[in-house]
C-alpha cells in the first residue's frame, strides 16, 4: 500500500512538471519582438522572480560592536610650589648719630667805642653805622670780642678827659681815656643768654663837663642769644 502511494505521488509529480513547462513553452515569443510595437513586447516578456538570498542554517550574522574609544582626562597639575624662607644673617647694629653740639666760632670780632663830648658812639661792630653812630650795639651771645674805646674829643682845658666805666658782666674793667692817646683795648666774650639782655656803661669823670651833660653821657651793649 505504501509503495502505491509512493508511485502516484510521483506519477503526479511528473505530471505536474510537464504541464508547467508546456505553459512555459507556450507564453514565450518563439520569434522576436516587431520592432513596430515595442510596448506589447515590453509588456509580454515574463518579469523575472526576486532572488531571495537565504542562509545557511545554523549561521548566523555577525554583529558589529563598537568598543567605545577611552576619553583622555587632562589633569592639572596639583604641584604647588613650597615658598623657603632664607635666613638673613643680622647686620651690623644702627650707629648711633651724635648730637650736634653748638659751636662757638673761634673768630674775634672788633667793636670800636668813640667817647666825644657827652656821648658814646659804636663806630665799627655788628650793625653800626659811622657816618650815624648809635650808642647802642647788639653783639652775639657765647661770641669772643675784641673792645677798642677811645677819646675822641678836641682837648679842653676847662674840663678833663673822659673815663670809661667797664662793663662789670663781661669781665671788662674801666679805664682813663686821654685826649689824642692810644685806645683802651680788651677782649672777652659775650655772656651766654637765653633771651636779649642789656647791659649798661657811663662816663665815671665827673668833671668831664657840666653836670647835666655828665650824667647823660650813657651806653648799652645788648646781647642777644
Known amino acids: 500500500m505504501e509503495r502505491r502511494l509512493r508511485a502516484v505521488g510521483l506519477v503526479a509529480l511528473v505530471a505536474g512538471a510537464l504541464a508547467y513547462c508546456r505553459n512555459e513553452s507556450g507564453s514565450l515569443p518563439t520569434e522576436p519582438a516587431d520592432s513596430a510595437y515595442p510596448q506589447e513586447s515590453l509588456s509580454t516578456t515574463p518579469r523575472r522572480m526576486a532572488v531571495i538570498r537565504a542562509h545557511r542554517h545554523g549561521s548566523s550574522t555577525p554583529t558589529l560592536t563598537r568598543t567605545p574609544t577611552?576619553?583622555?582626562?587632562?589633569?592639572?597639575?596639583?604641584?604647588?610650589?613650597?615658598?623657603t624662607r632664607t635666613s638673613t644673617p643680622p647686620g651690623p647694629p644702627p650707629t648711633a648719630t651724635p648730637t650736634r653740639t653748638p659751636t662757638v666760632s673761634a673768630t674775634t670780632t672788633t667793636i670800636t667805642?668813640?667817647?666825644?663830648?657827652?656821648?658814646?658812639?659804636?663806630?665799627?661792630?655788628?650793625?653800626?653805622?659811622?657816618?650815624?653812630?648809635?650808642?647802642?650795639?647788639?653783639?652775639?651771645?657765647?661770641?669772643?670780642?675784641?673792645?677798642?674805646?677811645?677819646?675822641?674829643?678836641?682837648?679842653?682845658?676847662d674840663y678833663q678827659p673822659h673815663t670809661f666805666s667797664g662793663i662789670l658782666e663781661f669781665g671788662v674793667s674801666g679805664a682813663d681815656l686821654p685826649w689824642g692817646g692810644p685806645?683802651?683795648?680788651?677782649?672777652?666774650?659775650?655772656?651766654?643768654?637765653?633771651?636779649?639782655?642789656?647791659?649798661?656803661?657811663?662816663?665815671?669823670?665827673?668833671?668831664?663837663?657840666?653836670?647835666?651833660?655828665?650824667?647823660?653821657?650813657?651806653?648799652?651793649?645788648?646781647?642777644?642769644?
Request: glycine share 8%; hydrophobic share 35%.
Open 70 to 83: 577611552p576619553t583622555r582626562t587632562r589633569t592639572a597639575s596639583s604641584a604647588t610650589a613650597t615658598a
Open 113 to 157: 667805642l668813640r667817647a666825644v663830648r657827652w656821648a658814646w658812639q659804636w663806630v665799627a661792630g655788628p650793625g653800626t653805622n659811622p657816618n650815624n653812630p648809635s650808642s647802642s650795639i647788639h653783639i652775639k651771645s657765647g661770641q669772643k670780642y675784641s673792645l677798642h674805646v677811645f677819646n675822641g674829643d678836641i682837648p679842653d682845658p
Open 183 to 225: 685806645s683802651y683795648v680788651v677782649a672777652f666774650t659775650a655772656p651766654n643768654v637765653t633771651v636779649s639782655t642789656s647791659y649798661g656803661f657811663s662816663c665815671v669823670q665827673f668833671y668831664c663837663g657840666p653836670v647835666t651833660k655828665h650824667e647823660g653821657m650813657l651806653g648799652t651793649v645788648v646781647v642777644d642769644p
